[in-house]
């Protein structure tokens, strides 16, 4: 078994030289990337915005309803909903939705092809199929950093409307409390997990649908293998990243 899950890294990594090599001309290759923009970013910005509004809402409630003692600042509200959308629900949580949503889509759009042998038409064709197939992907899935900032704005936004209209603190509490002790690095942090977690949601799903063999039962398999693997892994860069960057 270890055998074969090295076996199965150590393809994924030439992969990645092979998506590099004879590129696809530009004229045809600048509508593919914009399709994978409108179906990969544009298309998940609904479900990015409804999850970090209402989660933020709700990191903001909980907070609130946690503090019972009359002596703790109720700036601590805004506070606290800042730190958990910049640094872990916008990014992390997220990315391990898209892991599901984009995913999916991604593993079952080329283990489709696969099984209905159009990847092998390219290979026929002479177009290197993993550079046509991937590399859109890729480049639109640069942007995904720009998707997880709207929704790091629209969670505290979320948390804002529901301490202020739920009754738990002021306008000029809340605000007071994302203003205290911020440290820009923070973003920074954000947006460096963001970005390599954009290139795990691009590649990851497309080498599962891409090396998948059998028929299409196993485009369903396939994605649920994505998906675990996916989510794993992000898992486990955040914390190296969170050892790496915000520990010292």
Known sequence: MLVRYLSQ??????????IFNKPTKWSVMKGLILKEID????????????????VGGVVAIQTALNLTNPLIPKYLIGFATRQSVILEFAPTFVSIVMAGKMGSFITSSIGTMRV???????????VNSLNYLVFPKLMALLLY????GIGMFLGILGGWMAAVYGGFGTSDEFIGGIQQDFIPFHIV???IKTFLFGLLLATIPSFHGYYMKGGALEVGKASTVSFVWTSVTIILLNYILTQLLLSS
């Open 9 to 18: 890294i150590g393809r994924y990594f030439l992969m990645w030289k092979e």
């Open 39 to 54: 179906d990969l970013i544009i298309g998940s910005l609904g479900i990015v915005a409804f999850i970090t509004f209402f």
């Open 116 to 126: 209905t042998e159009q990847i092998d038409a390219l290979e026929v064709m002479g």
């Open 145 to 148: 950093p720009f998707l997880i």
């Open 189 to 191: 942090y954000a947006f």
